[in-house]
């Protein structure tokens, strides 16, 4: 079965300042591995996605994440956030492109002026 | 830009009452997915069809839960009788059926159960 964990339930960073947001996945074989932004009350928008090919993949808004097959990681980065980031995160990993997705449990980012 | 459709937004309905909510995805978009979000959880699956068949509702709790998509395009999910465990986004979503096509999500149905 496959699951994701993202260790950090809330991350409070300054405006300007770099971010990190940890994903970690269990997967038998080659994962689909996605980062979703979700702002409250609204539904979930995509920021990036990794099927195959080159394991540092860049996104809308300026979001990049690095697959890392020993570590099993998928982590998102930032390098300069920006109020409107406020948000929440999900890391997501599929079997195939069409497959149901298993969600992390999110982490919320706080930005401070 | 194509977006997928959910109505209502937001609900608010007694414990044993009925609901249901409506989605319509991407037009051409074969597969569609329902997911179910709790307050500070991430999504999880609830059902998803393949044009009008259900490819996997093994986290559909069938006793009170039922979803169809009789044409192959809309879907409607419903709750007889709704508990109060089961307020929460519903969140409906559409892919292509062909590459490497990700999935496409709705706003949500917002359920508060009292």
């Known amino acids: 079965a496959q699951s994701v964990t993202q260790p950090d339930i809330h991350i409070t960073v300054s405006e300007g300042a770099s971010l990190e947001l940890r994903c970690n996945y269990s997967?038998?074989?080659?994962?689909?591995l996605f980062w979703y932004v979700q702002s409250p009350g609204q539904g979930l928008q995509l920021l990036l996605k990794?099927?195959?090919?080159?394991?540092l993949v860049q996104g809308i808004k300026g979001f990049e994440a690095e697959f890392k097959r020993s570590q099993s990681s998928f982590n998102l980065r930032k390098p300069s956030v920006h109020w409107s980031d406020a948000a929440e995160y999900f890391c997501?990993?599929?079997?195939?492109?069409?497959?149901?997705?298993?969600f992390g449990g999110g982490t919320r980012l706080m930005v401070k002026p | 830009e194509a977006e997928v459709a959910q109505s209502p937004r937001y609900k608010i309905t007694e414990k044993s009452q009925a609901v249901a909510f409506w989605c319509d995805p991407i037009?051409?978009?074969?597969?569609l997915y329902w997911y179910r979000q709790i307050l500070g959880q991430g999504p999880e699956l609830l059902v998803q069809?393949?044009?009008?068949?259900?490819?996997?509702d093994s986290q559909l709790p069938k006793d009170r839960f039922s979803a169809e998509r009789l044409k192959g395009v809309d879907s409607t999910l419903k709750i007889q009788p709704a508990e109060l465990g089961d307020s929460a986004m519903y969140l409906c979503?559409?892919?292509?059926?062909?590459?490497?096509?990700?999935?496409?999500f709705g706003q949500g149905t917002r359920l508060t159960v009292v």
């Open positions: 997501a990993v599929g079997a195939h492109a069409g497959n149901m997705l298993t």
């Open positions: 037009s051409g978009h074969a597969t």
């Open positions: 069809f393949q044009d009008e068949s259900v490819v996997d």
């Open positions: 979503a559409s892919r292509p059926d062909f590459g490497n096509t990700e999935a496409f």
């Open positions: 990794y099927f195959s090919g080159d394991t």
């Open positions: 997967y038998g074989a080659t994962p689909y």
